[in-house]
């Protein structure tokens, strides 16, 4: 049986365990009209009955899950003849690879032998019989769960206490593996930033002016040892970002004030909905833009009043990701206006205040912790933004602060480390796991100033 099948069927166990359990609820007093005799409400009694049902099951296919298939290896690995096991780790690995790729029929590497065969056969008996087993075993854990809290329904149990206290449960658990999911990327990132700057003076890192992370894969091949300087990787991120704030933060900002206090009813049903088109517009549409569009245009218009300007350039990746910015900018700039209270500006009015002088001296400080919030946001999307700056602004590392060369940012050289094949014990692999950790902590900071911003302006409006 499918996984997808069992938990509709599961799904259906529990739907009927509640109204079993709600009916019991109401049996048990003699009918609807004695419901004031239960400690709780009937339908509190459903969800204890269905959370018994489902919870215990649904544990049991999870643990199942992450067990299978290391059991099934295991056993196929024990059925294998004594040349096979002996074989070393990753050759033997590369074996098992195989076995499951031709049981499920993938391409397989090696050709294919009796042993082979026999083993991918053997395979798919062993997940065919967990999937059985499994079944038996969820249905049945979920029929006795189910009976067990059936049973023990009486007017004095206190459903609505153990339910909430389930449903309290889960949402710890839910939270808890957010938090446990950004640690863990935080520490798979630090670890391996370690290891590379066990391999690399973090001195060059940081304050390195050239980049050129290319190095000899075996030790008699003539190559370049490489050169690990970010800093004109910081500079390209920053420029491009910059020339990026300078578009979208006006532009976004004067959109949302005149949405939200100048504009009719009408202008502003029609307005909005088409500035959030640009907000689903998928990056590498924009990154075309730039790459036909934006980048000649940029050129043509430097080389017209004597400036040389590259086919690449930051200025042209910076105003077409300024552009994609605009709609976040202005949506969340547009929300926080909104949510000033009405009282302040009919207040400012009253005592003769401009429709103007309103906006610049009340609504827009009120309102200056959410246009905070709305810019750090977009200055994130800015920075990891990567396949407009490939498209338009190229991959060369140049230390420039010129708007008019070609540039590269960090999230452009973190996938360039990373395409195709590689060996992670190289300090080229290794780098982009350290300018991965130097995007957290920029970011991290920018969301740290945008804190003190908020709390400042806040405790004088509320």
Known sequence: MQNTTLILLLSFMA??????????????????????????????????????????????????????????????????????????????????????????????????????????????????????????????????????????????????????????????????????????????VLFEAIRFFQKVPMTEFLFGLNWSPQTAIRADQVGSSGSFGAVPLFTGTMLITGIAMVVAVPVGLMTAIYLAEYSSARVRSIAKPLLEVLAGIPTVVYGFFAALTVAPWVRQAGESVGLEVASESALAAGLVMGIMIIPLVSSLSDDAINAVPTAMRDGALALGSTRSETMVKVILPAALPGIVGGILLAVSRAIGETMIVVMAAGLAANLTANPFEAVTTVTVQIVTLLVGDQEFDSAKTLAAFALGLMLFVVTLALNVAGLGVVRKYREQYE
Not at 71 to 79: A, E, S
Not at 115 to 136: C, G, H, I, P
Not at 160 to 182: D, G, H, Q
Request: net charge positive; with cysteine.
């Open 15 to 188: 739907v009927a365990s509640f109204f079993f359990g709600r009916r019991r609820s109401l049996a048990v007093v003699g009918g609807p009209g004695h419901s004031t005799a239960l400690h709780s409400l009937p339908g509190y009694y459903g969800y204890y009955v269905a959370i018994w049902c489902a919870l215990p099951a649904l544990a049991l296919v999870l643990i199942w899950i992450i067990a299978e298939p290391r059991v099934i290896v295991g056993l196929v690995i024990n059925g294998l003849p004594e040349s096979y096991r002996a074989l070393p780790a990753g050759e033997l690995n590369l074996l098992v690879n195989n076995i499951q790729n031709l049981a499920t029929g993938d391409v397989v590497s090696v050709d294919v032998d009796a042993t082979l065969q026999n083993s991918a056969t053997m395979f798919n008996d062993y997940v065919a019989k967990s999937r059985q087993l499994l079944a038996v075993l969820t249905l049945g854990l979920a029929g006795l769960g189910g009976a067990f809290a059936w049973r023990r329904i009486q007017p004095d149990l206190r459903a609505r206490n153990r339910v909430e206290a389930v449903v309290r449960w889960l949402l710890i658990a839910a939270s808890s593996i957010a938090i446990f999911t950004t640690v863990g990327i935080v520490l798979s």
